[in-house]
């Protein structure tokens, strides 16, 4: 019983997430992630409540599989990562975000604390629909 609640409760994440990167661009643009951190870093991270892993793949649910795939391969040469553990809870008075009140914009992409995925990866998530001919789940 407990192990189906757990199973649950990850399907139910793992649709949270594709809705995180899908509610549209002015929303993923200030999803906040720590770059410096490690695969096992954030791998220990999204076990807590406040981080959560989501996947540039998820952009591409409901794609015809062959754009879907031409997105995946063009974001993938871009060399940006396929994947972001994002704050999801405790950035209260933030605007549900870590870094929504910083009033430095370009520390938003920097490579050092925090930054925001869209201002980081942006233009190689975007580039890559693009690219491919593919219509992007958010608009932009």
Same mark, same amino acid.
């Given at each position: +019983?407990?192990?189906?609640?757990?199973?649950?409760?990850?399907?139910?994440?793992?649709?949270?997430?594709?809705?995180?990167?899908?509610? !549209?661009?002015?929303?993923?643009?200030? &999803?906040?992630?720590? /770059?410096?951190?490690?695969?096992? !870093?954030?791998?220990?991270?999204?076990?807590?409540?406040?981080?959560?892993?989501?996947?540039?793949?998820?952009?591409? +649910?409901?794609? /015809?599989? &062959?754009?879907?795939?031409?997105?995946?391969?063009?974001?993938?040469?871009?060399?940006? /990562?396929?994947?972001?553990?994002?704050?999801?809870?405790?950035?209260? !008075?933030?605007?549900?975000?870590?870094?929504?009140?910083? /009033?430095?914009?370009?520390?938003?992409?920097?490579?050092?604390?925090?930054? &925001?995925?869209?201002?980081?990866?942006?233009?190689?998530?975007? !580039?890559?629909?693009?690219?491919?001919?593919?219509?992007?789940?958010?608009?932009?």
């Amino acid at each position: +019983m407990f192990k189906r609640t757990l199973t649950n409760v990850a399907a139910g994440v793992a649709l949270a997430a594709a809705g995180v990167l899908a509610t !549209g661009a002015a929303a993923y643009a200030h &999803e906040c992630f720590n /770059p410096n951190r490690s695969e096992k !870093g954030n791998a220990g991270a999204s076990h807590s409540e406040a981080w959560l892993t989501v996947h540039v793949a998820e952009l591409t +649910m409901g794609l /015809p599989e &062959e754009d879907a795939t031409c997105v995946l391969e063009a974001y993938a040469a871009t060399g940006a /990562p396929d994947s972001f553990t994002i704050m999801v809870k405790g950035a209260v !008075g933030q605007g549900g975000t870590i870094a929504s009140n910083n /009033p430095h914009e370009e520390k938003a992409a920097d490579g050092q604390g925090i930054d &925001e995925i869209f201002a980081a990866y942006g233009a190689e998530i975007v !580039g890559s629909f693009e690219a491919c001919g593919a219509e992007l789940p958010f608009p932009v």
